[in-house]
């Protein structure tokens, strides 16, 4: 199957997390430059940068976090509410509330609104700090609970469950169209 990531890959459900992790850490250093530059001259990188963070971090990576990954840690013994899973799923909605915020400044810098700027810088320094934390307690924190938690041939159910999501939601050459738009952006912010 051919989606947001190489599931086929991955030997583990954390693993392809993982994976996916770097990826949206190659469009926060992106943004991260974006940042220093004139709104104005740069609405078709944070209009893709917005399409990568709604469809790739958010459908196709949290997805797969709040659906399968973490009903299995619940399944057990880690309580969703409270604890790091409760952290998560607080932080991706700090995350989503942030990416609609900076949508809605770039369509007001569209029109003209040149105050927009001020905003979308804000939400844009917000969004890289808490991603990059989050990932960090991810990868550090939660996936290490997941690998010890849940037995291999769980995983290996939890895996073919991201590849249908893949197949299903996101479509074929998806996992292309998502790194084409992280290279995209690297090279716009060189």
Known sequence: TEGCAHGHHAERPTQLLSE?????????GAVEKLVKRPAG?????????????RHF??????YKEEQV????????GVPVDGGPVGMML?????GRA?????????EQLEVGKADAAETLWTHARAYLTLLREHIQKEDD??????????PPDEQQALLRRFEA???EEMGAGAHERFLEMAAELESATR
């Open 90 to 94: 607080f932080e991706h909605e700090e």
């Open 41 to 53: 001259a740069t609405l078709r990188e944070w209009k893709t940068a917005v399409e990568f963070f």
């Open 165 to 167: 999501h893949e197949a």
């Open 98 to 106: 942030h990416v609609r915020a900076i949508a809605v400044a770039v």
């Open 57 to 62: 971090a958010d459908q196709c990576h949290h």
């Open 141 to 150: 924190v939660l996936f290490r609970m997941a690998d010890e938690m849940i």
């Open 20 to 28: 996916e992790h770097r990826v949206i850490e190659r469009v926060l």
């Open 69 to 76: 990954l973490f009903p299995a840690l619940e399944a057990h």
